[in-house]
């Protein structure tokens, strides 16, 4: 297998907007200390493979969670699943916030208990 595209805070938020953003953290993470970032969909990691069934396989993603290791194993899963286009947010969250790059922590649309 190959090895995983990673990119730094910096770089991935240059090109945020060309990502599908998916966030793999636990849904008490995502309104944590370290927030998430706006644009990110959340799967947790468990429910990832079923949860981008029937997704183009070229879909441009960045996978994150609190450290970069979840997400590491995230794209590597996808990976070994077809998908050809995908990057690690090294160091995660923890990087992305210490970078001083913006952040919510409000609950994504569906995670409050209303509908998406």
Known sequence: MS?????????????LDGYLVVDVREASELTGPLGHI??????PL????????GMPLDRRMLLVCRSGRRSHDACALLAVQGFTDVTNLA????AWNEAGLPVVSSPPPGQDGSEA
């Open 3 to 15: 090895e995983v595209r990673e990119e730094t805070a910096e770089q991935a938020n240059a090109r």
């Open 38 to 43: 706006a644009s990110a969909l959340h799967h």
């Open 46 to 53: 468990g429910t990832l493979p079923g949860a981008l069934a």
């Open 91 to 94: 160091g995660g969250m923890i």
